[in-house]
C-alpha cells in the first residue's frame, strides 16, 4: 500500500474520529489535488479474475474505514492477484478447483480489514518530512493519537 490521499481530519482509526480530535494547524492554501492511493492485494487463494477484481474493489472499504475519499482527481489504483496455480509451460493444460463466488465473503472481509491495517500501519511510520520549497508534512503525533484510543477503550496495551 503506498498512501498519498486524504485529510488529518477525516482521519478515523478503530471507528475513533481521531482528526477531529488531532491539534490541526490551519494551512494557508488548500491542496489542488486532493491526491492517490495504491492498494495491491496478493492471496494465495485460488481466485478467478472476476473474483479478484471484487477482491480490488474491497480495497475501497478499507480506505474508507480509515476517513478516506477518492475525490475528482485523485488517482486511486486497487490491484489483486493470486500466486495460486502452478507455474506452467506455454500449451500445457491447466487443470485446477477455485472457490465458489458464493464462499468469497471471508476472503473479501480479510481483504477489508487487512487494507485498513495497512493503511494504519503507513501512517504510524510516516515521519514529518521537510521538502522543495519548505513544503512540510506533518507525522501522525503517535503518543497523542495512543491517547485519543486509550480515552475510546480502543486500544488494548499489553
Known amino acids: 500500500m503506498q498512501a498519498n490521499f486524504g485529510g488529518r481530519d477525516q482521519l478515523t482509526i478503530a471507528g475513533v474520529p481521531v482528526g477531529r480530535r488531532l491539534a490541526i494547524t490551519p494551512v494557508a492554501a ?53 500466486t495460486a496455480g502452478p507455474g506452467m509451460a506455454e500449451g500445457a493444460e491447466l487443470n485446477t478447483r477455485y472457490i465458489d463466488s458464493l464462499a468469497l465473503n471471508p476472503i473479501l472481509a480479510a481483504t477489508v480489514l487487512a487494507t485498513e491495517e495497512a493503511i494504519v500501519n503507513s501512517l504510524f511510520a510516516g515521519r514529518t518530512m521537510k521538502g522543495i520549497n519548505g513544503h512540510v508534512v506533518d507525522g501522525l503525533p503517535i503518543d497523542h493519537v495512543r491517547a485519543i484510543l486509550r480515552e475510546a477503550a480502543r486500544l488494548r496495551e499489553p
Open 30 to 82: 488548500a491542496p489542488k489535488k486532493e491526491g492517490s492511493i495504491v492498494i495491491v492485494v496478493a492471496t494465495d487463494a485460488p481466485l478467478l479474475p472476476n473474483q479478484l477484481r471484487r477482491v480490488a474493489l474491497r480495497a475501497t472499504h478499507g480506505m474508507a474505514r480509515v476517513g478516506g475519499m477518492s475525490g475528482t482527481t485523485s488517482g486511486d489504483i486497487f490491484l489483486a492477484f493470486s
